[in-house]
Nanobody, 120 residues
Framework: QVQLVESGGGLVQAGGSLRLSCAAS????????MGWYRQAPGKQRELVAT???????NYADSVKGRFTISEDNAKNTVYLQMNSLKPEDTAVYFC??????????????WGQGTQVTVSS
């Protein structure tokens, strides 16, 4: 079993910053990539940013230049630094990780989500 635990959400004013963290634990052999997705009320879940084990990053156009994803491979942890936050960034943010478990079985797991609310 692989578990993802997120932290760092909260309420912030527009223009402010937040940093999300997501730690993967359990029977992990390797992680291919980790990432952040978000889902606003009444909308579909959408990609925010991803990062591979080789530190290749990908961002949604809406967050480029404002958000930075990073990872600590030794800790199986991914971070999302969010700056210049806008009210439209308000959503539940979900962490995702895919890789192989200690039994070499592929996994693609999600965290429980953390609320980010940006007030205008």
């Amino acid at each position: 079993q692989v578990q993802l635990v997120e932290s760092g959400g909260g309420l912030v004013q527009a223009g402010g910053s937040l940093r999300l963290s997501c730690a993967a634990s359990g029977s992990i052999f390797s992680i291919n990539a980790m990432g952040w997705y978000r889902q606003a009320p009444g909308k579909q879940r959408e990609l925010v940013a991803t990062i591979t084990s080789g530190f290749i990053t990908n961002y949604a156009d809406s967050v480029k230049g404002r958000f930075t994803i990073s990872e600590d491979n030794a800790k199986n942890t991914v971070y999302l630094q969010m700056n210049s936050l806008k009210p439209e960034d308000t959503a539940v943010y979900f962490c995702n990780a895919n890789g192989r478990s200690s039994r070499y079985r592929p996994f693609n797991n999600w965290g429980q989500g953390t609320q980010v609310t940006v007030s205008s």
